[in-house]
Each structure stands twice: as structure tokens, then as C-alpha cells.
């Protein structure tokens, strides 16, 4: 294999296979896999824009089953800081959304085991009824699998279920590495890797837009990494032609602070901001049929995240009113709305505000800036 060849076929939007984007990871200069990333993104995303949202990650419950070991929030059911969301809450933290500007709860929690399907389908209707207009991104894999698992159906039926009752799109929540190997190792009470795959495969039948994560840098090895964003590629090929699919593929590295994994000594965050951005790089290269590629600028912050617009990467994510699972086990880095704008424009864009589907939206008039400023900003 040769790094000039394989760059060019990636110019081409040629499929590149996993070993051959091993040996990308492993041999190419950053320089090169930024250069190609740039131009794929140029031809893909064209104009010298860069979107960010306005929307706040809350949780249904912090209850859950499967004892991921990289996970700080959970609780065992019946612990005493155990929780589930009530109504109440909820119109407090929508509420507090629409006068920041936003318009969508990015809704998960964990794996219930009380919370089915009939609790979802009820929660979707009576939060649409209050809020018509907003919109929810909500769940994820691992609990649709969960909820199918408790319901006894299919997943197409949960999903189908959950879209009737308001559900306006899937997150890509809970792929970490998509290698079964890895799985059993980090979060062994999730669904495997065929069923995650396969839980995106029946939402995009169901023409729910989605999008598709990465969470890299414990015990994965870089072929592993690779193998993973070939199966993303190959589930956005058999998506039906109407239907949009991965809307965005979202990377991040492991955050590790107090996690089982980081106490039993199996894994550290030793990820650089050059390697970051070196997978930023290789997300677009060997995603070219996932348009939008988002930089985690919540795990690595804001110059490596700005770097990253120049690797490829085309959005800078949300502004995160509310995130709790991440921050949990470490990430600090905050933007207010003015931030992430001035932020995106230092990197030499324009930023353009947008919905989950990618839509551009205007600035609305109402956000109250003074509370938006109450966000803590922490950038290094």
C-alpha cells in the first residue's frame, strides 16, 4: 500500500477498506490526511460555513442496567440518587431551552428496568402536546434494544411505536467501538455490535434520520477503529434512496476520570489533539457517504476542535445547556452561544446556526443573552 494512492482513490470518494485506512492512521503524515479531509469537505459541504445547534442533552433517568465501565453516571436501581425525570421538570428545562434559542431535547437516559415502552410512547405524547414545536432526539440504540427486549416486539415495531408518539430523530448514542471484542470488555450489558447496526438499519426504514458515533482511544486497537466506521459506511449504502440516514458521524476520545476502566488500570485517555484530529481526518476519508462530521469540542476543546474545521470537520456540535454523562467522567469545556460563534469565526468560518437536520435556521431574536451567559465557558 502506498499513502499517495490511497489519498487519491479517498479524492475520488472511492470506499477505502479498513486495513487500508489502518494504514492510513498508522502512516500518513497529519498534514496529508488534513489536506485530503479538507478538500473531501470542501466537495461534500461546499461554501465556508460550519453549523452548531442550540439544544439541551437531558435525561429521562440516570438508572441503569448495563454497568458500562466508562460510565460515572449511572446508578444500580434502588440506590439513593437513583431518578426518573418527572413532568414537571422537564417543562422547566424545555421551558429554559426555548428562551435560550433552542428547539430540541437530545432525551436518553439508561436501561430502566421499569421504563418500557409504554412509558416512552406516554412521555413522547404528553411532552408533544405540551410543546408542539419541539423536537425530540431521543434514545438511542442500546435502549431501543432495551425497550424491545422488555416489550417483546421487533425493533422496526418499538421504533415505528416511538415515531408515532413523537420521537423526530435517532441519536448515534451507545456505538463506542462496534466490535463485540470491545464490547464485552467495556459494556458488556448493551446491545452488541450486529444489533446496534441493526436498530440504525430499521430507523432509516423508517426513514427516522439518525446519526453515528465513535467513542476511541481505551482498548480498541486502530483496525478495530477502522472496521467500526467501514460498518457505519455499509449501513449508509443499504439505507432506502429517499431516506437520509447518518445525517453526521460525531468521534470523540474516552473520558476517563474516576471510571471502572481507569481504577481496574485497562485503559487511560491518552489520546493527543494530534491524533484527534488525525481521526477528524480519517472520518471523512473513509466516510464519504456521511456528509456532516462533527468535532467534539466538549472531549478536546477549543483549539483542537477549531483545527479539526480544517480536517475535514464541517460542525462544531452544541452549545450544551445541560450534559451530564460525558462531564461525569471528565470533560470541562463549555461554550456559551456567542462563544461557539466566536470560536468557529477565529478558525477563519461562518457559523450558521442549525437543526437536527441540518438546516440552517436563523439566530432567533428571543434568547435571553444574559442567561446564555450564566453558561459556565470553560475553554483552554
Same mark, same amino acid.
Given at each position: ?14 470506499? !477505502? ?12 503524515? *497529519? ?8 478538500? !473531501?469537505?470542501?466537495?461534500?459541504? &461546499? ?162 434520520? *439518525? ?87 466538549? *472531549? ?50 461562518? &457559523? ?29
Amino acid at each position: 500500500m502506498h499513502t499517495e494512492d490511497l489519498l487519491q482513490r479517498a479524492l475520488r470518494l472511492e470506499f !477505502l477498506s479498513a486495513e487500508e485506512g489502518q494504514f492510513l492512521l498508522e502512516q500518513a503524515p *497529519t498534514a496529508d490526511l488534513m489536506y485530503v479531509a479538507h478538500q !473531501l469537505r470542501r466537495k461534500q459541504v &461546499p461554501g465556508n460555513h460550519v453549523t452548531w445547534i442550540i439544544d439541551r442533552n437531558s435525561n429521562t433517568t440516570n438508572v441503569c442496567l448495563a454497568n458500562c465501565k466508562f460510565c460515572n453516571f449511572y446508578r444500580r436501581p434502588g440506590h439513593g440518587e437513583a431518578y426518573i425525570t418527572s413532568i414537571e421538570e422537564y417543562k422547566q428545562k424545555i421551558e429554559e431551552t426555548f428562551a435560550f434559542g433552542g428547539e430540541q431535547l437530545l432525551l436518553q437516559g439508561g436501561h430502566h428496568p421499569d421504563l418500557g415502552l409504554e412509558y416512552y410512547t406516554g412521555l413522547f405524547r404528553e411532552l408533544k402536546s405540551l410543546y408542539p414545536n419541539l423536537k425530540l432526539h431521543a434514545l438511542g440504540p442500546p435502549e431501543v434494544a432495551h425497550i424491545t427486549k422488555l416489550a417483546k416486539s421487533t425493533h422496526y415495531e418499538v421504533l415505528k411505536a416511538l415515531k408515532e408518539s413523537g420521537l423526530d430523530s435517532l441519536p448515534g448514542a451507545g456505538a463506542e467501538i462496534l466490535d463485540d471484542r470491545v464490547r464485552r470488555l467495556i459494556s458488556k450489558g448493551k446491545c452488541g455490535a450486529q444489533e446496534w447496526l441493526d436498530i440504525m438499519r430499521a430507523a432509516h426504514q423508517l426513514h427516522l434520520t *439518525t446519526s453515528a458515533t465513535m467513542m476511541f482511544g481505551h482498548i480498541e486497537t486502530n483496525l478495530e477503529r477502522m472496521e467500526h466506521l467501514v460498518k457505519i459506511r455499509e449501513v449508509q449504502s443499504e439505507k432506502p434512496a429517499d431516506a437520509k440516514g447518518f445525517l453526521a458521524f460525531i468521534p470523540w476520545p474516552f473520558q476517563d476520570e474516576d471510571t471502572i476502566l481507569k481504577k481496574l488500570k485497562r485503559a487511560r485517555n491518552t489520546v493527543t489533539g494530534d491524533e484527534y484530529v488525525r481521526m477528524i481526518a480519517l472520518s471523512r476519508i473513509m466516510l464519504p457517504n456521511v456528509i456532516n462530521i462533527q468535532a467534539s469540542w466538549l *472531549t478536546v476543546g477549543k483549539q483542537v476542535a477549531q483545527i479539526c474545521l480544517h480536517a475535514g470537520a464541517n460542525d462544531f456540535g452544541s452549545i450544551m445547556i445541560e450534559e451530564n454523562v460525558v462531564s461525569a467522567a471528565g470533560a470541562r469545556f463549555r461554550f456559551t452561544a456567542q462563544g461557539i460563534q466566536d470560536a468557529i469565526r477565529e478558525a477563519g468560518f461562518e &457559523p450558521k446556526l442549525r437543526n437536527q437536520q441540518y438546516e440552517f435556521r436563523d439566530l432567533p431574536g428571543n434568547i435571553r443573552q444574559q442567561e446564555l451567559d450564566r453558561v459556565e465557558m470553560i475553554v483552554d
